[in-house]
């Protein structure tokens, strides 16, 4: 069974569109995060959620928006495509009350707008 | 600003040799410092983790170095492999804000050749 599972795997879209990324875990964490991994492999957190409630949002274009409708799901949907928002992007989820941080990705779903 | 300097940005070893990547923070608030390992269409997973309090954690061909005085660590992997080919991130973790949150803050990744 996937612990952290992301759909769709591969995305490509033109300029202007909008377009949605959708995230499970089942492994009962309280914690899930959004990352955009870019062409030189940074790593950058986007935004974290614990228990459906936003408590990370770095600085984001608001035409990212999450939407947790339970602590198992959080989905990313991106409006008006940019060429820059060409990358791998990562979902996790982590335990809350747990003392490290410890986080486990999904397989990641890499975007590519013409 | 980049509180978590990693290094080198790229590294290429022979099978058999020993990797050692290289990493240095600045905030003292730091209490967790793991490494992650990511293969190529994957995403990254957590392979060692070491805590503050102790200078060295081994697990199998894998070991963290910690000097805290000097605020550095460093992943060291023996007899490294061609399967080690993988990109490998140091990062830092400490609580955020009130309750139960950590934040995790990421170097920028070395990514780790071995030659067979």
């Known amino acids: 069974d996937t612990a952290v599972s992301q759909t769709p795997k591969y995305l490509v879209t033109q300029m202007g569109n909008d377009k949605s990324i959708k995230c499970e875990q089942n492994?009962?964490?309280?914690?899930m995060y959004w990352y955009k991994q870019d062409s030189k492999k940074f790593l950058k957190i986007m935004f974290s959620?614990?228990?459906?409630?936003?408590?990370i949002n770095e600085t984001v274009p608001n035409r990212f928006s999450p939407k947790s409708p339970d602590k198992a799901h959080l989905n990313l949907h991106i409006n008006s495509l940019e060429l820059g928002d060409s990358a791998v992007y990562f979902c996790?989820?982590?335990?809350?009350?747990?003392?490290?941080?410890?986080?486990?990705f999904g397989e990641g779903s890499r975007l590519t707008v013409l | 600003q980049q509180q978590v300097k990693q290094s080198p940005q790229s590294l290429i070893v022979q099978k058999g040799g020993i990797s050692i990547i290289n990493c240095a923070y600045e905030?003292?608030?730091?209490?967790?410092f793991p490494w992650y390992q990511q293969f190529p269409g994957k995403g990254p997973a957590l392979l060692i983790a070491?805590?503050?309090d102790v200078s060295e954690k081994k697990e199998g061909r894998f070991t963290i170095s910690f000097n805290k005085s000097a605020k550095q660590f460093s992943l060291h992997i023996m007899d490294s492999q061609p399967g080690d080919s993988a990109t490998y991130f140091c990062?830092?973790?400490?609580?955020?804000?009130?309750?139960?949150?950590?934040?995790?803050?990421w170097g920028l990744g070395t990514s780790l050749a071995v030659n067979p």
């Open positions: 996790a989820s982590s335990p809350s009350g747990g003392n490290t941080g410890e986080l486990f």
């Open positions: 492994l009962g964490h309280d914690t």
């Open positions: 959620y614990n228990n459906k409630e936003l408590i």
């Open positions: 905030n003292t608030a730091f209490d967790y």
């Open positions: 070491i805590r503050p």
């Open positions: 990062a830092a973790s400490r609580q955020y804000n009130a309750g139960n949150n950590r934040k995790l803050i």
